[in-house]
């Protein structure tokens, strides 16, 4: 039985992906953001809210702004 890679027959599904990972990348990097200013607030957890929301920030420009089907 002779196995075929599905992206090879359908680009569509290639680039349906694509575009769902960057939408999915900027949702989580969104609420990275949030979470990490609501710990921010208080003083105690504000390490834990910096590196948090910086992440956030990193994860959803990159969702923004990466190449879309591009192999790096």
């Known amino acids: 039985m002779t196995h075929i890679a599905i992206g090879a027959h359908h680009p569509w ?3 349906v992906e694509n575009v769902l990972g960057h ?3 900027i949702i989580i990097g969104f609420v990275m953001m949030i979470v990490g ?3 921010g607030v208080t003083l105690i957890m504000l390490p834990v809210g910096l590196v948090i929301g910086l ?3 990193a994860l959803f ?3 923004l702004f ?3 089907g591009r192999d790096a």
């Open 23 to 25: 939408v999915l990348a």
């Open 61 to 63: 420009v990159g969702g």
């Open 55 to 57: 992440t956030g920030v």
């Open 13 to 15: 599904l290639t680039a």
């Open 66 to 68: 990466a190449h879309i």
């Open 37 to 39: 200013l609501a710990l």
